[in-house]
């Protein structure tokens, strides 16, 4: 066994320095040499669902069943943690150090001014929820999504946990300003958790108090969905409300704190568990709980590992580890930094959470941090891979585990699909790193680039003869080695093997995005919000739903032109 987990560990070395080395380390021409699974196909869709019995043989019928057009007997249950998983006996709401529980029951404090819904996920309310869209209008939707309503069979829950945060041990974090309201068990037989943010303090609010701003909501509610249309596993946002509550924030932590509006984003995930889920119990000693806290996510969560089998925790521990890393090459073929990649923010299911300061990577940069308060580029978007096996080795210090070791040929994988290369040829990688090389030199945008590249005809590569409209590769051409990478290029698109151009295209444009969240859309955004305008935030959502195809508004309002000068400085606040 302890040369299974050794094994395991130089696996988890080896495949997530890989995808640092590939995508920022590798010198151009660099070589990275790997073996490839011959079935994989580089598909976004890593997570596993819940333990859920089928629709039929739960009694669901999908052809029969009808969205509900209201809450009257739409229902939650806590049930099915509260039946496993022990619960604080303090019932006080108070900050507090909490132990030998995994949640404290805490109701969310209501807001005090007039409530308005900003924006609602139709696809979250029909597809998930199984509520229709007619719904978001009524009183009680409004009262139970801003934290003043509690719904049927609703328990709500503030979990606790702890965190490495910027490297270091922080001890006791936990929901400080959310409330898991409980569990819906959708039409499809699928198990959603539903989370209030911003809704009011808990045991665990430490200094904080209990609420979240218009200008983090927004961040949160259009990231969220836009990463979904991007294939990218992560929560989902099914509402956003404001209040004209007064909330006060030192928006740059400089000392200049600014009043703020109140808002609240229903949150909805398989689950809600993170790496600190586990690290406050194994750091206080209390083991009973880990193993219990473990075996109920693996039941739950994790169907190909067999929950009776003696190595459950080596086999739970390798998946999480191949889908992290999965999920982290995911975000950077992108451009996309988290920004807070701290233990407490990363999940077990290997979902994107906690959105906060992230940013999307436009001037191709290793060294982009979009945290303003990461003075020392610890999560910045090269060192992604890195911190990753930071966390997952402070998984590994809770149990020891075997690591499956496919991460190592994702990374190329993805970006063989983002520039059209079909099948495996010698020579793959350099063309990769050549690339990435002549970005990082001329500052090219990421996510320009490669769209820019899906669009263009292999005649006008060849001629080097490039439109104004692809400005991003225009930026690129004016490097002396680009005549020399578009040579490779076109010479290694000669290998595809019954392939045309026309399909070559197609199929990149389904794979490189032309919009994402960039931190000038979302601030424009909340510059509006903030003077009750929210139409831009509903363009965003309508936009950022499918962020593959061409909208004629979002070029009408520069979604795809280079970053408009006024925000070149622009800075992303971490408080919220």
Wanted: proline share 4%; charged share 25%; glycine share 6%.
């Amino acid at each position: 066994m302890t040369r299974r987990i050794g094994y395991a560990f130089c696996c988890m070395i080896r495949g997530l320095a890989f995808l640092r080395l590939l995508l920022f380390g590798v010198p151009c021409p660099g070589v990275v040499c790997c073996l490839l699974l011959p079935d994989f196909e580089g598909s976004a869709h890593f997570l596993h669902l819940s333990r859920n019995k089928s629709n039929h043989e739960l009694g669901y019928c999908e052809a029969e069943a009808k969205l509900a057009s209201s809450l009257d007997f739409w229902t939650l249950s806590s049930e099915n943690l509260l039946a496993v998983l022990p619960v604080d006996p303090v019932k006080e709401n108070y900050v507090r150090k909490v132990k030998n529980c995994i949640f404290s029951i805490a109701f969310p404090t209501p807001l005090k001014s007039r409530v308005r819904l900003v924006a609602v996920s139709k696809e979250v309310l029909e597809d998930i929820l199984d509520l229709d869209l007619s719904v978001s209008e009524t009183d009680d939707f409004i009262r139970l999504v801003s934290g003043e309503k509690i719904i049927s069979g609703s328990v709500p829950l503030a979990h606790r946990y702890g965190g490495h945060q910027f490297g270091i041990w922080a001890g006791q974090l936990g929901d400080g300003r959310a409330h898991l309201l409980g569990t819906y068990m959708s039409r499809q037989g699928e198990k959603w958790e539903l989370q209030l943010k911003g809704s009011g303090k808990t045991p665990y609010s430490r200094n904080g108090d209990g609420r979240a701003v218009l200008r983090s909501s927004v961040r949160e509610f259009l990231c969220s969905e836009a990463m979904h249309s991007l294939r990218i596993p992560t929560s989902r946002a099914a509402s956003l409300v404001v209040s004209d509550d007064e909330v006060w924030r030192d928006q740059f932590y400089n000392g200049n704190i600014v009043k703020e509006r109140g808002a609240v984003v229903l949150r909805v995930a398989k689950s809600w568990f993170r790496i600190g889920s586990l690290e406050i119990l194994a750091h206080y000693g209390e083991l009973d709980l880990l193993r219990t806290l473990l075996d109920f996510i693996i039941w739950e969560h994790f169907p190909s590992v067999e929950v009776t089998e003696p190595n459950r925790y080596v086999d739970f521990f390798s998946v999480v580890v191949s889908e992290t890393a999965q999920l982290i090459a995911l975000w950077m073929s992108v451009g996309f930094a988290h920004g807070v990649c701290n233990t407490d923010n990363f999940s077990l299911l290997s979902i994107t959470i906690d959105y906060g300061p992230f940013g999307f990577m436009e001037a191709y940069n290793p060294d982009f941090v979009p945290n303003t308060s990461d003075d020392e580029g610890r999560y910045k978007i090269g060192n992604q891979a890195n911190i990753g096996m930071f966390n997952l080795n402070k998984l590994l210090q809770a149990f020891n585990p075997l690591l499956d070791p496919r991460q190592r040929q994702l990374f190329r994988e993805l970006f063989k699909a983002k520039l059209g290369l079909l099948g495996e040829k010698k020579g793959d990688d350099d063309l990769i790193a050549f690339l990435l090389h002549l970005m990082e030199k001329t500052a090219a945008d990421f996510t320009m680039t490669f769209r820019q590249l899906s669009e263009i005809t292999q005649s006008q590569l060849q001629e080097l003869n490039i439109p104004q409209q692809f400005w991003a590769l225009k930026v690129i051409s004016t490097h002396k080695l680009f005549p020399a990478w578009v040579s490779q290029y076109l010479l290694r698109l000669k290998s595809n093997k019954n392939d045309s151009d026309s399909e070559r295209r197609k199929r990149m444009t389904s794979v490189n995005p032309r919009y994402v969240l960039r931190n000038w859309m979302a601030e424009s955004a909340v510059r509006k919000a903030e003077r009750n305008d929210f139409s831009e935030v509903h363009l965003l959502q309508h936009v950022l739903r499918q962020p593959f195809q061409k909208h004629s508004a979002a070029e009408r309002a520069g979604y795809s032109s280079p970053t408009p000068s006024w925000a070149k400085d622009l800075r992303v606040s971490c408080s919220s």
